[in-house]
């Protein structure tokens, strides 16, 4: 820095747009994505700011019109992961000197870009490539997006700030290095804003990043990449590769300059990727930072004396938002028995009012899942639900494939607290109740602590504050985001740091400061103002 303490703009949550029948913005929004659905493109791998076409390509389909092409992408081979890690490299060495403000500058350039010239075109891309209706692309795409590039600039300067003490005859400094190496960031399909943020993070720390997004998000993903053009991120600090998940992850892995990785995806992936990295550890230069957010089997608990009015909007919103397809997303709900026949009551009359269909169509609540593959893995379960004699789908199990992935929200009342569908993760719009006895409170607390492997998100609603207290300490350790009498969904950048432990990850709370400190090397300088020049201490003296 040098020349001045300097302060950035103070971060706000960007404001989310209504797009109510008549807005502009809901005007824009469909024009963008009648454009974009009618334009195929072909995107290239970006490495060290060149277009790299391999001629190795697949297609990409919206997964509501999955017949519809609305492009290609290519694949990287081996030789192009090693060219991303030198380019990576030699770009760390003007970017990791370059001063703080001058990268806080690029991605502040990039929140604006996104919340003003470029809004319209990341939410539709992402309707189409993630089948996202218009809000729940608008609190994704855009508004977590910027969220995030925002308040990890002013997360950042409180890092900074955090110096040690010092005498009048020593000044102490604290220096928050880049990592020594490079960053590998893989991200997933079902948030735009997570696929941008992980490798931005890395980035606004000084360090350069190959990313890896999910392919079925790479249409979006070229959003992002676009963006990050624009607000002047320097070619070869953020380099891109589709393809082949295992030879581009081996490559990487194998690079003694590998130096960490930013991750949200699979449990099974990720473990996998772990131990990959502790095989190789002796390549290494140094320990690489593993930083991960994975699966989720959350949970809402309704007590006695909950609003039941509540309990249904919190799991038709907490499960059901997106086809599920969120890792905070509702999946197992426990109720009393003395309210149970209401909150069917009330779920079964919401659930019939929902619309599902194309995104285009905005009264549609209710659109498709990923792709085939998720598709063929949810209806199996759902098939299961309806033949076994300890479950009942009270709600939904209908599904259709022919034009898009379509999957009814689906509700499943088992007698087994244990069911399958209690304990596996879905990742679809299927959620499951057990009903409890009103006198099993205390049991109930302890079985939904024991049930899952995961522990990301959860959700008590009560109105007795005694009960509350109670659940909240009893399943401290089932849930990195907790919350109370609302549904388990919707963190919120600065407000909810987001994040689970257990089988959920390493809970390194994006949104917040402490996955910032994940990208730094703190260095501890000392500065002597008179340097002694005698070793004698005076308890030598006689």
């Known amino acids: 820095m040098g020349k001045g303490f300097f302060q950035v703009p103070m971060a706000i949550n960007e404001p989310v747009k209504s797009y109510a029948p008549g807005t502009p913005e809901r005007k824009e929004v469909l024009a963008t994505y009648k454009d974009l659905h009618n334009t195929t493109i072909d995107i290239p791998l970006y490495i060290n700011g060149e277009e790299i076409k391999t001629g190795d390509t697949a297609t990409m389909s919206p997964p509501h019109d999955h017949k519809h092409i609305l492009g290609t992408y290519h694949k990287a081979e081996k030789k192009h992961v090693q060219k991303a890690i030198e380019t990576a490299l030699e770009a760390r060495k003007k970017w990791g000197n370059l001063e703080w403000e001058q990268r806080a500058a690029v991605f502040l350039k990039a929140a604006e870009l996104i919340a003003g010239p470029y809004r319209a075109k990341i939410n539709a891309a992402t309707m189409l490539a993630q089948s996202k209706n218009i809000f729940q692309a608008e609190i994704d795409a855009a508004c977590e997006f910027i969220d995030f590039l925002r308040f990890n600039v002013e997360f950042m300067t409180q890092i900074y700030k955090d110096q ?179 909150v069917e009551k009330h779920l079964i009359a919401d659930l019939a009012s929902l619309k599902m269909g194309s995104p285009e169509d905005m009264s549609n609540f209710i659109t498709a899942v990923i792709h085939e593959g998720s598709f063929d893995k949810l209806t199996k379960y759902i098939d299961q639900a309806k033949k076994d004699t300890n479950a009942e789908i009270v709600a939904g199990g209908g599904y259709d494939k022919s034009k898009g992935y379509f999957i009814e929200p689906t509700v499943i009342v088992t007698k087994d607290p244990k069911y399958t569908t209690m304990c596996t993760e879905l990742f679809g719009p299927v959620v499951t109740i057990f009903v409890y006895e009103d006198t099993a409170w205390e049991e109930t607390l302890k079985l939904i602590d024991e049930t899952s492997e995961y522990a990301l998100t959860g959700a008590i609603l009560s109105t007795d504050r005694y009960a509350a207290t109670e659940a909240t300490k009893a399943l401290q350790n089932a849930a990195g985001n907790f919350y109370i009498n609302d549904k388990p969904t919707g963190a919120v950048v600065g407000q909810q740091p987001f994040g689970g432990a257990r089988a959920s990850g390493t809970n390194d709370k994006a949104g917040s400061y402490l996955n910032l400190l994940r990208w730094v090397s703190p260095r501890t300088i000392k500065e002597t103002f008179v340097t002694p020049i005698d070793y004698r201490y005076p308890f030598l003296g006689e």
């Not at 000044?171 to 960053?183: D, Q, V």
């Not at 990313?211 to 053009?229: C, G, N, T």
């Not at 006695?304 to 969120?326: C, D, H, L, P, Y």
């Open 164 to 342: 040690p003490s010092s005498t009048s005859g020593a000044w102490n400094r604290l220096e928050y290095r880049p990592l020594e190496g490079f960053i590998y960031a893989i991200t997933p399909f079902n948030f735009t804003a997570i696929a941008g943020n992980l490798p931005a993070s890395a980035a606004l720390m000084g360090n350069t990043v190959i990313w890896k997004p999910s392919d079925s998000q790479i249409f979006s993903a070229k959003i992002i990449v676009d963006i990050f053009k624009e607000a002047g991120v320097p070619d070869g600090v953020i380099n891109v590769v589709y393809g082949d998940p295992v030879m581009i992850t081996d490559t990487i892995l194998a690079s003694p300059d590998f130096a960490g990785i930013h991750f949200t995806g699979s449990t099974h992936v990720f473990k996998d990727i772990w131990a990959k990295i502790g095989s190789n550890i002796h390549t290494y230069k140094t320990y690489p930072r593993i930083v991960g957010e994975t699966g989720g089997k959350d949970f809402i608990l309704a007590h006695a004396s909950a609003n039941t009015k509540q309990v249904s909007t919190a799991i038709i919103r907490g499960a059901f938002e997106f086809q599920g397809q969120k890792c905070s997303a509702a999946s197992r709900v426990y109720v009393p028995k003395s309210s149970w026949a209401d």
